[in-house]
């Protein structure tokens, strides 16, 4: 598979005329949770040639292609930078990635900053808002939700909590980390293990939880009062992000 995964971000690259500079699987076969059948959930990010930027037409930002068991989204590098100076956890998600594809010298120096433009009141109200929002649509009202909707929502709160403690991005966003924060150990550890192995054994669905669910949302509004009352990090300069961009786009990738 990782040939075939290969081969087509070489055919997206020709298509599109754009240099691909990082490629990441970001489902759930990076976070530990994959079914065997499960889809692959291919991020990239790629670069045009130096004229597109120089030009007055507006260029295409964002690559999607579909195909059976796969789906590949890829962001321009500027864009994708744009999402690093402003604290974006797209980006985050996708460099700390453990099933990467493509890397290059340009993706690891992106990796290398962006401890830089870390916001800690920016990510939590992202995860807690991602979480609350794949909650709301996903849980609520459903007699038997899907299993990776719960694993999902207690993966961001657990990216949340731990960074609350440490004080920083976990250098592995997975099923790992869930319990490894004090207060989802204590909660939920042996509600989490279920949900996880019945997911590993290829089973979808699972009857709402009441309990699980009130937990939910209880973490949900403390860590988005706790990001309220965060204090703002200050304005950080747009400039190396300027730079390495520059560097970038005028390096000779050879685009045919």
């Not at 460099?95 to 290059?104: A, C, G, K, N, Q």
């Not at 990776?148 to 207690?154: C, D, E, L, P, T």
């Amino acid at each position: 598979m990782k040939e075939r995964i290969i081969e087509k971000l070489k055919e997206i690259e020709e298509k599109n005329n754009v240099k691909i500079i990082f490629a990441a699987d970001t489902g759930s076969r990076n976070f530990g949770y994959a079914a065997e059948d499960s889809d692959y959930d291919i991020r990239f990010i790629y670069v045009h040639k130096p004229e597109k930027y120089l030009s007055l037409k507006k260029k295409k930002e964002t690559i999607e292609v579909k195909e059976e068991g796969m789906e590949f989204i890829g962001f321009d590098l500027k864009k994708a930078l744009s999402f690093v100076y402003k604290s974006n956890i797209q980006i985050w998600q996708w460099l700390h990635s453990t099933e990467v594809y493509i890397s290059t010298e340009t993706s690891e120096e992106i990796k290398k900053m962006l401890p830089d433009y870390f916001k800690m009141k920016e990510f939590l109200y992202q995860y807690a808002g991602s979480a609350g929002h794949a909650f709301k649509r996903k849980i609520v009202g459903e007699k038997n939700p899907k299993i990776k909707y719960y694993i999902n929502i207690f993966l961001r709160l657990a990216t949340a909590l731990r960074l609350m403690i440490d004080g920083k991005f976990p250098e592995k966003e997975n099923v790992d980390l869930v319990l490894t924060v004090p207060a989802l150990r204590r909660s939920c550890k042996k509600d989490f293990e279920e949900m996880l192995e019945k997911r590993l054994a290829g089973e979808e669905t699972m009857p709402a939880h009441p309990g699980v669910n009130s937990f939910i949302e209880y973490k949900i509004k403390q860590i988005l009062e706790i990001a309220d009352d965060t204090k703002p990090s200050p304005k950080l300069s747009v400039e190396p992000l300027d730079k390495l961009f520059v560097k970038t786009v005028m390096k000779d990738f050879e685009i045919k």
